[in-house]
């Protein structure tokens, strides 16, 4: 197969994956009354690109059902442990993930069960008490490595882990998904600043910029933009892409800059592929149903996206 012909192969490969996502997530949010509907709508592409090629991660080191908690880190407790080993092993060549916004877990754990990581059963133990599968995901969740705590923390974290692996030779990049809502808090401008003093090249943020948070659209919360000029101004090499691009995902993630970190700016659409969700607007963080009329419109329009075959 010529070098084209792949690059559409794996193309088709990760678009199915992220219409996947989207179908995985809406039928959760059907089942439970409710769910975070417009983050898979923006990431689907993103997470799709990360985990069917963007990454070089080796085979998962889970079970397919993710076991039951086993308890807080500490040294009183041999049985902890994090959801990591659904990303493989923490080779010094296989690249990390570090998970920002939690409150996306239920993207993680869908794409986990398209990319064959996890079993679908795994996935309908989300939110039971005892489970590992939250739903704001902590570092025992499937495909977490750390609790993100307040949201904006997990840069930080994710430039540590990349200090030392850049201290110990590591060839392995550390990839970070986050949300735009994160270039709110000081702290991240604080993590870039650092992260360029000391020349972390090995570390890729991407930010999914769906221009949303819980308390409506960011522009009336707070002004982010220009967020590209403002991010190179602290010389941190950026990129601006369309989100749902999963070429243009996988160019970006490939082209950091030698002595500074890369940030990929993916902007994207929370109404992608379900267009019943621009009713919503503008609150669209998270989906409950107000009547079941409107639940059986969104009943109708998967069975519609099914039996034509969109997913």
Same mark, same amino acid.
């Given at each position: 197969?010529?070098?084209?012909?792949?690059?559409?192969?794996?193309?088709?490969?990760?678009?199915?994956?992220?219409?996947?996502?989207?179908?995985?997530?809406?039928?959760?949010?059907?089942?439970?009354?409710?769910?975070?509907?417009?983050?898979?709508?923006?990431?689907?592409?993103?997470?799709?690109?990360?985990?069917?090629?963007?990454?070089?991660? $080796?085979?998962?080191?889970?079970?397919?059902?993710?076991?039951?908690?086993?308890?807080?880190?500490?040294?009183?407790?041999?049985?902890?442990?994090?959801?990591?080993?659904?990303?493989?092993?923490?080779?010094?060549?296989?690249?990390?993930?570090?998970?920002?916004?939690?409150?996306?877990?239920?993207?993680?754990?869908?794409?986990?069960?398209?990319?064959?990581?996890?079993?679908?059963?795994?996935?309908?133990?989300?939110?039971?008490? $005892?489970?590992?599968?939250?739903?704001?995901?902590?570092?025992?969740?499937? $495909?977490?490595?750390?609790?993100?705590?307040?949201? $904006?923390?997990?840069?930080?974290?994710?430039?540590?882990?990349?200090?030392?692996?850049?201290?110990?030779?590591?060839?392995?990049?550390?990839?970070?998904?986050?949300?735009?809502?994160?270039?709110?808090?000081?702290?991240?401008?604080?993590?870039?600043? +650092?992260?360029?003093?000391?020349?972390?090249?090995?570390?890729?943020?991407?930010?999914?910029?769906?221009?949303?948070?819980?308390?409506?659209?960011?522009?009336?919360?707070?002004?982010?933009?220009?967020?590209?000029?403002?991010?190179?101004?602290?010389?941190?090499?950026?990129?601006?892409?369309?989100?749902?691009?999963?070429?243009?995902?996988?160019?970006?993630?490939?082209?950091?800059?030698?002595?500074?970190?890369?940030?990929?700016? +993916?902007?994207?659409?929370?109404?992608?592929?379900?267009?019943?969700?621009?009713?919503?607007?503008?609150?669209?963080?998270?989906?409950?149903?107000?009547?079941?009329?409107?639940?059986?419109?969104?009943?109708?329009?998967?069975?519609?996206?099914?039996?034509?075959?969109?997913?």
């Amino acid at each position: 197969m010529d070098q084209n012909a792949s690059a559409r192969a794996t193309s088709l490969s990760t678009g199915k994956v992220a219409q996947g996502i989207r179908r995985r997530v809406l039928e959760h949010t059907l089942a439970h009354d409710g769910g975070y509907l417009s983050q898979a709508c923006s990431s689907a592409e993103i997470f799709a690109s990360l985990y069917t090629g963007v990454m070089n991660i $080796g085979p998962s080191l889970a079970p397919l059902f993710p076991p039951p908690f086993a308890g807080v880190p500490g040294p009183n407790n041999l049985h902890a442990f994090t959801g990591s080993e659904y990303n493989g092993a923490k080779s010094s060549a296989f690249d990390r993930f570090i998970m920002s916004p939690v409150h996306y877990a239920l993207v993680l754990y869908a794409t986990l069960v398209e990319v064959g990581r996890m079993s679908p059963e795994g996935l309908a133990q989300f939110n039971i008490d $005892g489970s590992t599968v939250e739903m704001i995901g902590a570092e025992h969740s499937p $495909g977490h490595e750390v609790t993100a705590g307040s949201l $904006g923390q997990a840069l930080s974290q994710a430039g540590g882990i990349a200090m030392a692996r850049k201290l110990r030779g590591d060839t392995g990049r550390v990839f970070v998904f986050m949300s735009d809502g994160e270039f709110e808090s000081g702290q991240t401008w604080e993590t870039l600043q +650092a992260l360029r003093h000391h020349k972390l090249d090995n570390i890729v943020a991407i930010v999914d910029v769906n221009g949303q948070q819980c308390d409506g659209p960011i522009t009336d919360v707070m002004t982010i933009e220009p967020l590209l000029d403002r991010i190179t101004a602290f010389g941190v090499h950026a990129t601006k892409i369309d989100g749902h691009d999963i070429d243009a995902l996988s160019l970006a993630a490939n082209s950091g800059r030698t002595g500074a970190p890369h940030v990929i700016l +993916a902007y994207t659409d929370p109404c992608r592929d379900i267009p019943l969700l621009n009713d919503r607007r503008p609150k669209l963080h998270y989906l409950r149903f107000k009547s079941s009329d409107e639940r059986h419109q969104y009943q109708s329009f998967l069975a519609q996206q099914i039996s034509t075959g969109a997913w």
